[in-house]
């Protein structure tokens, strides 16, 4: 497995510190952020999914603890918007040029308005997906922030 992805260029770039830590990926998983806290060994609150979204018909990215689940409606007014839904995953991959269950908020082929949950600020390191399935990325929410640009919201129901 490379550990060098477009994700983990731009921390670089950036001069974010950051740490890369491996897992064993299960295709089979009910819940890619949940069996990726469990195989790393971190409680799943600490480890966020990447979701790529419509809202109002464009795509955006949020960001949210793999345990919880993503509010359309928060969501939505967290980027000024009315209206947010799922991204079918053919088209959020090929809009991120990642693969679902490696999707990285970090990276992406097309830069998008994303949003962190604000659960995120809790914790000194975070967990999110470095590129590719199966390897995760550690780094302080703050710096994740400070990169990406993003909106600090309640996401999550």
Do not use: H
């Not at 949940?34 to 979204?53: C, D, N, R, S, Y």
């Not at 109002?56 to 967290?78: F, Q, R, T, W, Y």
């Not at 780094?139 to 129901?157: F, G, H, M």
């Amino acid at each position: 497995m490379s550990k060098t992805t477009p994700a983990t260029q731009v921390l670089t770039k950036a001069g974010i510190a950051f740490t890369l830590v491996t897992y064993d990926y299960d295709p089979g998983a009910e819940r890619v952020g949940l069996q990726a806290a469990e195989a790393i060994g971190v409680p799943p609150a600490e480890v966020f999914k990447t979701l790529m979204a419509e809202l109002d018909g464009k795509p955006v990215c949020a960001i949210v603890p793999s345990d919880e689940e993503v509010n359309m409606k928060k969501l939505a007014a967290a980027l000024g918007g009315k209206s947010a839904q799922m991204m079918k995953p053919v088209n959020a991959e090929r809009l991120t040029g990642y693969k679902v269950g490696g999707i990285s908020p970090l990276g992406q082929r097309k830069g998008v308005p994303t949003a962190l949950d604000e659960l995120a600020t809790l914790y000194d390191e975070i967990y999110l997906n470095g590129g590719q399935r199966g390897l995760q990325i550690r780094l302080d929410p703050e710096d994740l922030i400070k990169v990406l640009n993003c909106q600090v919201a309640d996401l999550v129901r």
